[in-house]
């Protein structure tokens, strides 16, 4: 099947079908924003979790390998906020052609409404980048997260930014209702 063509001006239809992708998982993700409290950020649901922890300076530090561990540790909330920041912040930083930043540049903002106020912020980055886009822009091959692999184009991305953003979404999600559920009402 093809595309058919784009009229001078307009985004392209490829565009058009993974900004309205990006909606949908936005507006699931948006759910569980509204929800979170700030103790669900650090909750450990295991003993085997990855988190965050004060460093000295008073920055967050993520629990982080070079090589994922067996079994893997369950991340918590604020783990998936800070992930989510990381990839993100790389992936927005490379569709708008600046430096990319370091991982460990990538600093946790903390608990409660700082990261809902942050993933919001790279929402809108995001959604920056997406708007400049042109046909051209989506064929052009991805300089992340394949590091310039021609089989993969920048349309690519966008589509691996909604499939990353939707599994990190239902983590949180599923994290915040095993929480809530464990909580005794009144």
Same mark, same amino acid.
């Given at each position: 099947?093809?595309? $058919?063509? &784009?009229?001078?001006?307009? *985004?392209?239809?490829?565009?058009?079908? !993974? %900004?309205?992708?990006? =909606?949908? /998982? @936005?507006?699931?993700?948006?759910?569980?924003?509204?929800?979170?409290? $700030?103790? &669900?950020?650090?909750?450990? *649901?295991?003993?085997?979790?990855?988190? !965050? %922890?004060?460093?000295? =300076?008073? /920055? @967050?530090?993520?629990?982080?390998?070079?090589?994922?561990?067996?079994?893997?540790?369950?991340?918590?909330?604020?783990?998936?906020?800070?992930?989510?920041?990381?990839?993100?912040?790389?992936?927005?930083?490379?569709?708008?052609?600046?430096?990319?930043?370091?991982?460990?540049?990538?600093?946790?903002?903390?608990?409660?409404?700082?990261?809902?106020?942050?993933?919001?912020?790279?929402?809108?980055?995001?959604?920056?980048?997406?708007?400049?886009?042109?046909?051209?822009?989506?064929?052009?091959?991805?300089?992340?997260?394949?590091?310039?692999?021609?089989?993969?184009?920048?349309?690519?991305?966008?589509?691996?930014?909604?499939?990353?953003?939707?599994?990190?979404?239902?983590?949180?999600?599923?994290?915040?209702?095993?929480?809530?559920?464990?909580?005794?009402?009144?």
């Amino acid at each position: 099947m093809t595309s $058919p063509p &784009d009229a001078p001006g307009t *985004p392209p239809y490829e565009l058009d079908l !993974l %900004r309205w992708q990006f =909606d949908l /998982t @936005w507006s699931l993700f948006e759910y569980h924003l509204e929800r979170l409290e $700030p103790d &669900d950020f650090l909750w450990e *649901p295991v003993a085997n979790c990855w988190t !965050l %922890r004060r460093a000295e =300076d008073g /920055t @967050w530090v993520p629990d982080f390998a070079e090589s994922e561990p067996d079994p893997v540790p369950v991340p918590t909330i604020g783990w998936l906020s800070w992930h989510i920041g990381w990839w993100w912040s790389v992936a927005a930083d490379h569709a708008h052609g600046r430096p990319p930043r370091e991982r460990s540049a990538v600093v946790w903002p903390g608990a409660g409404s700082p990261t809902v106020d942050w993933l919001r912020g790279l929402r809108a980055d995001w959604l920056a980048a997406l708007s400049r886009f042109t046909a051209a822009d989506l064929e052009a091959t991805a300089p992340f997260p394949w590091q310039d692999d021609p089989r993969h184009t920048v349309a690519h991305t966008v589509a691996w930014v909604n499939a990353e953003l939707m599994k990190n979404a239902a983590e949180i999600g599923q994290l915040r209702l095993q929480r809530a559920a464990d909580r005794p009402t009144d």
